[in-house]
Structures are given as structure tokens and as C-alpha cells.
């Protein structure tokens, strides 16, 4: 089955820096991959995705690429702000009705 | 986007005990699991829900330990049974609201098991 691999385990960045996490797959045949952020005490919600025929996706300050030969993609996250701690978590399936594999996650610390 | 109401959200219970824990939907959706986390950890699938079939149940978790119930579009529920402290977890029930592309998963609130 797939195996979702996610660097770092923590994250500590200076207000206003950019925040980068990685994320490997194993299943060439993986098509979606979307990014969760969890807030301490909450449920994880999806904050951004990207599908397997792109290989960048922005919106405001988030962006995630893919490469789909070397089977990574990344979480950017620029002008980084104490609301963006959390923990993000990626994930990746391989058909619309395949099940998400994890990562490990990322605690991202943004310090003012 | 599915409005997904969990109950109850946290309880303690003893060991050795079951607690069955209830996911409402607010509208039919094709695909429901069960999530556990674990303190501190990611999240890992213990079964889907099929509505009027036995749930498909991932690698580690079995139907006598996690008795699940999806009797129609809008409803499952989770039982933990024979509760140890190893299954000290939040159960998050989440749906696929979006058929043909690769969907969105949403998950509910969690429900935090404390099992003493």
C-alpha cells in the first residue's frame, strides 16, 4: 500500500519567514494530495490540493508543488503569522474512492 | 461543505468497557470512516463505513474490537470495545462529499476516549 513519508517533525520559524514541508509517496499511481492543518483541540481541515496533471497550486500565501517522477511534493507556506501554528498534515490516495494516507506531521511554530 | 456532528465529543471510561460513539451527517455522502489519533500522532484509518454492508476494516483493526454501523447516508456509528488504556485516542468520523474527482475529506469534531 502507499507509504507517506513527512519532514520535518517540528518547525520553528520566525514571524514573516516561509515555512517548507516535504512529504514523499511510495504509489506511483497516486493521483491526489492534499494538505490538513490541525489547530491544537480541532479537527484537521483541508487548506490546499493538488491532483497529479499539475505541478504547483497557490493560494495567498500557500503554495504546494509536485514531482511526480521523484514522488515528493512540498507545503509552502510564505510571510509566515502566529495564526499559521498548527500542525499540517499531507496525504496522498490513488483514486477518487482510495483511502488517505498520512503523513506524521509537521508542528509548525511561528514565533513573533 | 458536510456538516459532520460528532457525540460525544470526550468521556472517560473504565477498562473494560464498550462506548459507542454516533457520526450525523447533514446530507447523504457516499464515503464515511473512522479515524483514530492517537495523543501526539497522525491520523490512521480504521475502517470505511458501508451503508448497509459490513465495514471494510484497514490492517491492525478488527470488526470485534471496532464494531461499526452505517444504516443509512447519514449515520454511522463506532463502537470501542473492552476498552484498555492503549485505545486512549480521538475516533474522528469523516465523509466524502464529492463523487468522481478525488474529493475532500471532512472530518467531525473527534470524540477524546480517556480509558482508566
Known amino acids: 500500500g502507499e507509504n507517506v513519508e513527512q519532514h520535518p517533525s517540528t518547525l520553528s520559524v520566525q514571524e514573516g519567514d516561509s515555512a517548507v514541508i516535504k512529504c514523499t509517496y511510495s504509489d506511483s499511481a497516486s493521483n491526489y494530495f492534499p494538505w490538513y492543518k490541525q489547530e491544537l483541540g480541532k479537527r484537521p481541515q483541508l487548506i490546499i490540493d493538488i491532483r497529479s496533471n499539475v505541478g504547483e497550486k497557490k493560494d495567498q500565501r500557500i503554495a504546494v508543488t509536485l514531482n511526480k517522477t521523484a514522488k515528493h511534493f512540498s507545503l509552502h507556506i510564505t510571510e509566515t503569522q502566529p495564526e499559521d501554528s498548527a500542525v499540517y498534515f499531507c496525504?496522498?490516495?490513488?483514486?477518487?474512492?482510495?483511502?488517505?494516507?498520512f503523513g506524521a506531521g509537521t508542528q509548525v511554530v511561528v514565533t513573533p | 461543505s458536510a456538516v459532520i456532528s460528532q457525540k460525544p465529543s470526550r468521556d472517560i471510561c473504565q477498562r473494560g468497557t464498550s462506548l459507542t460513539i454516533q457520526c450525523q451527517v447533514d446530507?447523504?455522502?457516499?464515503?464515511m470512516f473512522w479515524y483514530r489519533q492517537q495523543p501526539g500522532q497522525s491520523l490512521t484509518l480504521i475502517a470505511t463505513a458501508n451503508q448497509g454492508s459490513e465495514a471494510t476494516y484497514e490492517s491492525g483493526f478488527v470488526i470485534d474490537k471496532f464494531p461499526i454501523s452505517r444504516p443509512n447516508l447519514t449515520f454511522s456509528t463506532l463502537t470501542v470495545s473492552n476498552m484498555s488504556p492503549e485505545d486512549s485516542s480521538i475516533y474522528l468520523c469523516?465523509?466524502?462529499?464529492?463523487?468522481?474527482?478525488?474529493?475532500?475529506?471532512?472530518f467531525g469534531e473527534g470524540s477524546r476516549l480517556t480509558v482508566l
Open positions: 446530507s447523504q455522502v457516499t464515503m
Open positions: 496525504a496522498a490516495k490513488t483514486d477518487s474512492w482510495g483511502k488517505l494516507q
Open positions: 469523516s465523509v466524502l462529499d464529492r463523487a468522481g474527482l478525488p474529493g475532500e475529506l471532512f
